[in-house]
Protein backbone atom coordinates (compact mmCIF):
# COMPACT_ATOMS: atom_id res chain seq x y z
CA UNK A 1 0.00 0.00 0.00
CA UNK A 2 1.65 3.39 -0.91
CA UNK A 3 2.29 5.92 1.68
CA UNK A 4 -0.62 8.42 1.94
CA UNK A 5 1.54 11.37 1.35
CA UNK A 6 2.43 9.91 -1.66
CA UNK A 7 -0.95 8.99 -3.08
CA UNK A 8 -1.60 12.59 -2.20
CA UNK A 9 1.08 13.88 -3.69
CA UNK A 10 0.44 11.79 -7.36
CA UNK A 11 -3.06 12.80 -7.02
CA UNK A 12 -1.72 16.69 -7.21
CA UNK A 13 0.68 16.07 -9.83
CA UNK A 14 -1.89 14.58 -12.42
CA UNK A 15 -4.60 17.32 -10.87
CA UNK A 16 -2.05 19.94 -11.98
CA UNK A 17 -1.27 18.51 -15.35
CA UNK A 18 -5.00 18.22 -15.93
CA UNK A 19 -5.73 21.67 -15.20
CA UNK A 20 -2.67 22.90 -17.35
CA UNK A 21 -4.08 21.10 -20.20
CA UNK A 22 -7.67 22.08 -19.66
CA UNK A 23 -6.58 25.78 -20.17
CA UNK A 24 -4.34 25.31 -23.00
CA UNK A 25 -7.48 23.97 -24.44
CA UNK A 26 -9.84 26.31 -23.54
CA UNK A 27 -7.48 29.61 -24.55
CA UNK A 28 -6.61 27.71 -27.62
CA UNK A 29 -10.67 27.67 -28.11
CA UNK A 30 -10.82 31.37 -27.83
CA UNK A 31 -7.47 31.95 -29.81
CA UNK A 32 -9.00 30.06 -32.88
CA UNK A 33 -12.45 31.71 -32.33
CA UNK A 34 -10.75 35.75 -32.36
CA UNK A 35 -8.40 34.96 -35.71
CA UNK A 36 -11.95 33.91 -38.07
CA UNK A 37 -12.03 37.21 -39.00
CA UNK A 38 -8.49 37.95 -39.42
CA UNK A 39 -7.88 34.67 -41.93
CA UNK A 40 -11.46 36.20 -43.90
CA UNK A 41 -9.65 39.37 -44.11
CA UNK A 42 -6.30 37.35 -45.72
CA UNK A 43 -8.63 35.60 -48.36
CA UNK A 44 -9.74 32.87 -46.73
CA UNK A 45 -13.32 32.41 -46.21
CA UNK A 46 -15.07 31.51 -43.10
CA UNK A 47 -16.64 28.16 -44.44
CA UNK A 48 -12.85 26.84 -45.17
CA UNK A 49 -11.97 28.58 -41.72
CA UNK A 50 -14.96 26.08 -39.94
CA UNK A 51 -14.70 23.08 -41.45
CA UNK A 52 -10.81 22.90 -41.03
CA UNK A 53 -10.46 24.25 -37.37
CA UNK A 54 -13.61 22.85 -35.94
CA UNK A 55 -12.01 19.44 -35.08
CA UNK A 56 -8.19 20.95 -33.95
CA UNK A 57 -6.53 20.35 -30.27
CA UNK A 58 -3.43 22.09 -29.25
CA UNK A 59 0.17 20.84 -29.48
CA UNK A 60 2.17 22.23 -27.02
CA UNK A 61 5.32 19.86 -27.90
CA UNK A 62 5.59 22.05 -31.10
CA UNK A 63 6.28 24.89 -28.35
CA UNK A 64 9.65 23.34 -27.34
CA UNK A 65 10.84 23.51 -31.29
CA UNK A 66 11.38 26.85 -31.26
CA UNK A 67 15.20 27.24 -30.25
CA UNK A 68 15.72 23.52 -30.89
CA UNK A 69 16.78 23.52 -34.88
CA UNK A 70 19.55 21.40 -35.32
CA UNK A 71 21.48 23.29 -37.86
CA UNK A 72 21.91 26.15 -35.37
CA UNK A 73 22.87 23.79 -32.06
CA UNK A 74 24.68 20.74 -34.03
CA UNK A 75 28.28 20.42 -34.60
CA UNK A 76 28.60 21.14 -38.02
CA UNK A 77 30.53 17.74 -38.43
CA UNK A 78 27.59 16.13 -36.81
CA UNK A 79 25.27 17.82 -38.84
CA UNK A 80 27.25 17.32 -42.40
CA UNK A 81 28.67 13.44 -41.74
CA UNK A 82 24.57 12.66 -41.78
CA UNK A 83 23.39 14.80 -44.24
CA UNK A 84 26.31 14.22 -46.67
CA UNK A 85 27.32 10.29 -46.61
CA UNK A 86 27.49 7.98 -49.07
CA UNK A 87 24.01 6.92 -48.59
CA UNK A 88 22.32 9.50 -49.52
CA UNK A 89 24.91 10.60 -52.45
CA UNK A 90 24.58 7.62 -54.08
CA UNK A 91 20.27 7.80 -53.25
CA UNK A 92 20.82 11.46 -55.30
CA UNK A 93 22.31 9.48 -58.37
CA UNK A 94 19.69 7.06 -58.63
CA UNK A 95 17.43 10.31 -58.34
CA UNK A 96 19.22 12.03 -61.25
CA UNK A 97 18.90 9.09 -63.66
CA UNK A 98 15.41 8.47 -62.47
CA UNK A 99 14.19 11.65 -63.35
CA UNK A 100 16.34 13.08 -65.71
CA UNK A 101 13.88 14.43 -68.56
CA UNK A 102 12.09 16.25 -66.02
CA UNK A 103 15.39 18.00 -64.24
CA UNK A 104 16.58 18.46 -67.77
CA UNK A 105 13.10 20.87 -68.38
CA UNK A 106 13.83 22.57 -65.13
CA UNK A 107 17.10 23.64 -65.76
CA UNK A 108 16.16 24.80 -69.17
CA UNK A 109 13.26 26.66 -67.61
CA UNK A 110 14.85 28.06 -64.59
CA UNK A 111 18.85 27.60 -64.97
CA UNK A 112 19.64 25.46 -61.98
CA UNK A 113 21.71 22.69 -62.42
CA UNK A 114 19.89 19.37 -62.27
CA UNK A 115 22.62 18.18 -59.17
CA UNK A 116 21.65 21.21 -57.07
CA UNK A 117 17.91 20.83 -57.38
CA UNK A 118 18.31 17.20 -56.53
CA UNK A 119 20.71 17.76 -53.21
CA UNK A 120 18.06 19.81 -52.15
CA UNK A 121 15.89 17.62 -51.98
CA UNK A 122 17.94 15.17 -50.45
CA UNK A 123 18.80 17.36 -47.48
CA UNK A 124 15.27 18.31 -47.15
CA UNK A 125 13.25 14.97 -47.51
CA UNK A 126 15.89 12.71 -48.32
CA UNK A 127 13.85 12.11 -51.63
CA UNK A 128 10.94 11.82 -50.75
CA UNK A 129 11.48 9.51 -47.78
CA UNK A 130 10.85 11.92 -44.93
CA UNK A 131 8.36 14.08 -44.84
CA UNK A 132 7.33 14.98 -41.58
CA UNK A 133 4.34 13.59 -39.51
CA UNK A 134 3.08 16.45 -37.66
CA UNK A 135 -0.43 17.66 -39.10
CA UNK A 136 0.46 21.65 -40.35
CA UNK A 137 -2.46 22.77 -39.62
CA UNK A 138 -2.34 21.61 -35.89
CA UNK A 139 1.46 22.73 -35.60
CA UNK A 140 0.52 26.02 -37.02
CA UNK A 141 -2.47 26.84 -35.23
CA UNK A 142 -0.76 26.24 -32.12
CA UNK A 143 2.23 28.41 -32.67
CA UNK A 144 -0.34 30.67 -33.96
CA UNK A 145 -1.93 31.06 -30.42
CA UNK A 146 1.01 30.20 -28.05
CA UNK A 147 4.99 30.98 -27.54
CA UNK A 148 6.95 33.52 -29.89
CA UNK A 149 6.50 34.70 -33.02
CA UNK A 150 2.98 34.30 -32.85
CA UNK A 151 2.14 36.92 -35.81
CA UNK A 152 4.67 34.83 -37.92
CA UNK A 153 2.93 31.67 -37.66
CA UNK A 154 -0.29 33.03 -37.94
CA UNK A 155 0.78 34.31 -41.18
CA UNK A 156 1.65 30.72 -42.37
CA UNK A 157 -1.41 29.02 -41.03
CA UNK A 158 -3.98 31.63 -43.15
CA UNK A 159 -1.91 31.17 -45.71
CA UNK A 160 -2.05 26.94 -45.23
CA UNK A 161 -6.19 27.04 -44.85
CA UNK A 162 -5.24 29.06 -48.24
CA UNK A 163 -3.57 26.19 -49.97
CA UNK A 164 -6.30 23.74 -48.78
CA UNK A 165 -9.26 26.32 -50.05
CA UNK A 166 -7.57 26.38 -53.63
CA UNK A 167 -7.40 22.84 -54.56
CA UNK A 168 -3.77 21.96 -54.32
CA UNK A 169 -3.31 19.77 -51.34
CA UNK A 170 -5.20 17.96 -49.45
CA UNK A 171 -5.68 18.72 -45.89
CA UNK A 172 -4.95 15.06 -44.98
CA UNK A 173 -1.98 15.15 -47.61
CA UNK A 174 -0.62 18.35 -45.32
CA UNK A 175 2.33 16.62 -42.68
CA UNK A 176 5.56 18.22 -42.71
CA UNK A 177 7.86 19.94 -39.91
CA UNK A 178 7.13 21.10 -36.63
CA UNK A 179 7.15 24.72 -38.17
CA UNK A 180 4.93 24.04 -41.11
CA UNK A 181 6.87 22.97 -43.61
CA UNK A 182 6.23 20.28 -45.92
CA UNK A 183 6.42 18.55 -49.24
CA UNK A 184 9.44 17.10 -51.07
CA UNK A 185 11.24 20.09 -50.86
CA UNK A 186 9.79 21.49 -47.26
CA UNK A 187 8.35 25.07 -48.96
CA UNK A 188 6.70 26.79 -46.16
CA UNK A 189 3.21 27.47 -46.82
CA UNK A 190 3.99 31.71 -48.02
CA UNK A 191 6.93 30.02 -49.98
CA UNK A 192 4.64 27.85 -51.58
CA UNK A 193 2.01 30.82 -52.63
CA UNK A 194 4.94 32.93 -53.68
CA UNK A 195 7.07 30.36 -55.82
CA UNK A 196 5.64 26.89 -56.26
CA UNK A 197 4.76 25.84 -59.51
CA UNK A 198 2.72 23.16 -61.49
CA UNK A 199 5.64 21.49 -63.84
CA UNK A 200 3.53 18.36 -64.20
CA UNK A 201 0.44 20.34 -66.05
CA UNK A 202 -2.34 18.98 -64.07
CA UNK A 203 -3.67 22.17 -62.64
CA UNK A 204 -2.35 22.42 -58.64
CA UNK A 205 0.96 23.07 -57.41
CA UNK A 206 1.63 20.19 -55.20
CA UNK A 207 4.98 19.14 -53.57
CA UNK A 208 3.60 16.44 -51.29
CA UNK A 209 2.46 14.11 -54.34
CA UNK A 210 3.93 15.78 -57.50
CA UNK A 211 7.86 15.39 -57.78
CA UNK A 212 7.81 17.11 -60.96
CA UNK A 213 6.21 20.21 -59.15
CA UNK A 214 8.79 20.04 -56.05
CA UNK A 215 11.73 20.12 -58.19
CA UNK A 216 10.51 22.86 -60.43
CA UNK A 217 9.24 24.99 -57.51
CA UNK A 218 13.02 24.31 -55.74
CA UNK A 219 14.72 25.63 -58.91
CA UNK A 220 12.36 29.09 -59.35
CA UNK A 221 13.08 29.24 -55.76
CA UNK A 222 16.74 29.38 -56.29
CA UNK A 223 16.49 31.43 -59.72
CA UNK A 224 14.57 34.07 -57.42
CA UNK A 225 17.26 34.20 -54.42
CA UNK A 226 19.64 35.13 -57.55
CA UNK A 227 21.11 31.76 -58.55
CA UNK A 228 23.43 31.99 -61.76
CA UNK A 229 23.95 29.36 -64.32
CA UNK A 230 27.41 30.49 -64.80
CA UNK A 231 28.68 30.18 -61.72
CA UNK A 232 29.46 27.75 -58.88
CA UNK A 233 28.30 27.45 -55.35
CA UNK A 234 31.88 28.01 -54.60
CA UNK A 235 34.81 25.14 -53.32
CA UNK A 236 37.26 24.68 -51.06
CA UNK A 237 40.40 26.69 -50.95
CA UNK A 238 44.00 26.47 -48.81
CA UNK A 239 44.86 29.46 -46.90
CA UNK A 240 48.91 30.55 -46.65
CA UNK A 241 50.00 30.25 -43.22
CA UNK A 242 49.08 33.25 -40.58
CA UNK A 243 47.11 34.35 -43.00
CA UNK A 244 44.73 37.52 -41.18
CA UNK A 245 41.06 36.28 -41.21
CA UNK A 246 39.63 38.58 -39.32
CA UNK A 247 37.87 39.52 -42.71
CA UNK A 248 36.22 36.29 -43.29
CA UNK A 249 32.16 35.85 -43.79
CA UNK A 250 29.71 35.49 -46.44
CA UNK A 251 28.70 38.80 -46.90
CA UNK A 252 32.04 39.97 -46.78
CA UNK A 253 32.45 39.61 -51.01
CA UNK A 254 36.11 40.52 -52.60
CA UNK A 255 36.93 39.74 -56.31
CA UNK A 256 38.52 36.45 -56.34
CA UNK A 257 41.84 38.44 -57.49
CA UNK A 258 42.14 39.92 -54.31
CA UNK A 259 41.56 36.35 -52.64
CA UNK A 260 44.25 34.96 -55.05
CA UNK A 261 46.71 37.95 -54.53
CA UNK A 262 46.22 36.60 -50.93
CA UNK A 263 47.84 33.41 -51.76
CA UNK A 264 44.55 31.56 -51.61
CA UNK A 265 43.91 28.95 -54.02
CA UNK A 266 41.61 26.06 -54.85
CA UNK A 267 42.37 23.09 -52.72
CA UNK A 268 41.66 20.52 -55.41
CA UNK A 269 44.66 22.67 -58.14
CA UNK A 270 42.01 23.79 -60.59
CA UNK A 271 41.65 27.11 -62.01
CA UNK A 272 39.90 29.83 -60.45
CA UNK A 273 36.44 31.17 -61.70
CA UNK A 274 36.82 34.65 -63.58
CA UNK A 275 39.07 37.16 -61.51
CA UNK A 276 36.31 39.97 -60.97
CA UNK A 277 33.84 37.36 -59.34
CA UNK A 278 32.64 38.76 -55.88
CA UNK A 279 33.36 35.71 -53.32
CA UNK A 280 33.44 35.67 -49.62
CA UNK A 281 35.41 33.68 -47.18
CA UNK A 282 33.49 30.88 -45.13
CA UNK A 283 35.21 29.51 -42.31
CA UNK A 284 32.14 27.32 -40.92
CA UNK A 285 34.67 26.05 -37.74
CA UNK A 286 37.20 28.18 -37.62
CA UNK A 287 40.63 28.60 -39.45
CA UNK A 288 41.81 25.46 -38.19
CA UNK A 289 38.99 23.61 -40.51
CA UNK A 290 38.17 23.64 -44.12
CA UNK A 291 37.79 27.36 -45.72
CA UNK A 292 35.95 27.88 -48.40
CA UNK A 293 35.07 30.74 -51.13
CA UNK A 294 31.82 31.24 -51.70
CA UNK A 295 29.62 33.28 -54.44
CA UNK A 296 26.22 34.45 -54.31
CA UNK A 297 25.06 30.85 -55.94
CA UNK A 298 26.14 29.87 -52.10
CA UNK A 299 23.73 33.36 -50.87
CA UNK A 300 20.81 31.28 -52.81
CA UNK A 301 21.22 28.20 -51.11
CA UNK A 302 21.37 29.90 -47.80
CA UNK A 303 18.82 31.79 -48.47
CA UNK A 304 16.27 28.33 -48.12
CA UNK A 305 16.87 28.25 -44.73
CA UNK A 306 19.03 30.68 -43.36
CA UNK A 307 21.98 28.79 -41.95
CA UNK A 308 25.04 28.61 -43.50
CA UNK A 309 25.72 25.08 -42.21
CA UNK A 310 22.45 24.19 -43.82
CA UNK A 311 23.79 25.79 -46.97
CA UNK A 312 27.00 23.85 -47.14
CA UNK A 313 25.41 20.50 -46.79
CA UNK A 314 23.37 21.49 -49.97
CA UNK A 315 26.56 22.52 -51.92
CA UNK A 316 28.65 20.14 -50.56
CA UNK A 317 25.80 16.97 -51.73
CA UNK A 318 25.40 18.74 -54.96
CA UNK A 319 29.72 18.53 -55.56
CA UNK A 320 29.30 14.97 -54.60
CA UNK A 321 26.47 14.09 -57.03
CA UNK A 322 28.75 15.22 -59.78
CA UNK A 323 31.57 13.28 -58.42
CA UNK A 324 33.34 15.49 -56.25
CA UNK A 325 35.48 14.22 -53.69
CA UNK A 326 34.68 14.60 -49.38
CA UNK A 327 36.35 17.59 -48.39
CA UNK A 328 40.18 17.14 -48.48
CA UNK A 329 41.00 19.38 -45.37
CA UNK A 330 39.43 17.51 -41.94
CA UNK A 331 37.24 19.18 -39.28
CA UNK A 332 38.96 20.62 -36.48
CA UNK A 333 37.74 17.53 -33.76
CA UNK A 334 39.09 13.99 -32.15
CA UNK A 335 35.85 12.84 -32.66
CA UNK A 336 34.19 12.89 -35.67
CA UNK A 337 30.55 12.59 -36.34
CA UNK A 338 28.51 9.73 -37.81
CA UNK A 339 27.17 8.93 -41.27
CA UNK A 340 23.62 7.25 -40.89
CA UNK A 341 24.59 4.02 -41.33
CA UNK A 342 27.08 4.04 -38.61
CA UNK A 343 24.06 5.68 -36.46
CA UNK A 344 22.11 2.44 -37.36
CA UNK A 345 25.12 0.78 -36.13
CA UNK A 346 25.67 2.44 -32.83
CA UNK A 347 21.63 1.92 -31.87
CA UNK A 348 21.36 -1.60 -32.74
CA UNK A 349 24.86 -1.94 -30.59
CA UNK A 350 22.93 -0.16 -27.35
CA UNK A 351 19.81 -2.67 -28.09
CA UNK A 352 21.95 -5.39 -27.82
CA UNK A 353 23.54 -4.08 -24.44
CA UNK A 354 20.05 -3.81 -23.46
CA UNK A 355 18.73 -0.37 -23.73
CA UNK A 356 14.95 0.16 -24.95
CA UNK A 357 15.52 2.97 -27.32
CA UNK A 358 13.17 1.91 -29.80
CA UNK A 359 13.85 1.09 -33.37
CA UNK A 360 17.68 1.70 -34.89
CA UNK A 361 16.95 4.08 -37.35
CA UNK A 362 19.48 6.30 -37.25
CA UNK A 363 18.03 9.21 -35.50
CA UNK A 364 19.53 10.31 -32.65
CA UNK A 365 16.73 11.12 -30.10
CA UNK A 366 15.96 11.48 -26.29
CA UNK A 367 16.30 8.07 -25.56
CA UNK A 368 19.06 7.14 -27.49
CA UNK A 369 21.12 10.17 -25.96
CA UNK A 370 20.03 8.85 -22.44
CA UNK A 371 21.60 5.30 -23.15
CA UNK A 372 24.77 6.67 -24.39
CA UNK A 373 25.16 8.90 -21.38
CA UNK A 374 25.10 5.34 -19.44
CA UNK A 375 27.40 3.23 -21.65
CA UNK A 376 29.84 6.76 -22.09
CA UNK A 377 30.25 6.80 -17.94
CA UNK A 378 30.55 2.90 -17.82
CA UNK A 379 33.67 3.29 -20.69
CA UNK A 380 35.25 6.25 -19.24
CA UNK A 381 34.21 8.43 -21.62
CA UNK A 382 32.46 12.08 -21.33
CA UNK A 383 29.16 10.71 -20.59
CA UNK A 384 27.21 13.81 -22.67
CA UNK A 385 25.24 11.80 -24.93
CA UNK A 386 26.74 12.37 -28.33
CA UNK A 387 26.67 10.43 -30.85
CA UNK A 388 30.23 10.12 -32.49
CA UNK A 389 33.25 7.97 -33.69
CA UNK A 390 34.77 7.39 -30.04
CA UNK A 391 31.99 5.75 -28.54
CA UNK A 392 31.12 3.82 -31.26
CA UNK A 393 34.82 2.57 -31.77
CA UNK A 394 34.58 1.94 -27.79
CA UNK A 395 31.32 -0.11 -27.95
CA UNK A 396 32.20 -1.95 -31.16
CA UNK A 397 35.62 -3.13 -29.13
CA UNK A 398 33.74 -3.73 -25.76
CA UNK A 399 32.10 -7.33 -25.18
CA UNK A 400 28.37 -7.21 -24.63
CA UNK A 401 27.60 -7.67 -20.54
Not at 128 to 148: D, E, K
Request: glycine content about 10%.
Amino acid sequence: MQPRHLVLSTALVVSSFLGSAHADEAAFASCLASLRADAQAKGVSGATYDANTAALAPDMAVIGFLDAQPEFVTPIWDYLAALVDDERVADGRAMLAEWAPVLARVEAEYGVDAATVVAVWGVESNYGRNFGSRPLLTSLSTLSCFGRRQSFFRGEFFTTLRIIQEGHVAPDRLTGSWAGAFGHTQFMPSTFMRLAVDFDGDGRRDLVDSVPDALASTANFLKRAGWRSDLPWGFEVSLPRGMDVSGAGRRNKQPISAWAARGVRRIDGAPMPAAATPAGLLLPAGKDGPAFLVTRNFDAVYSYNAAESYGLAIAHLSDRLRGGAPFATPWPTDDPGLSRAERRELQQLLIARGHDIGEADGMIGARTREALKLEQAALGLAADGRAGQRVLQALRASPRP
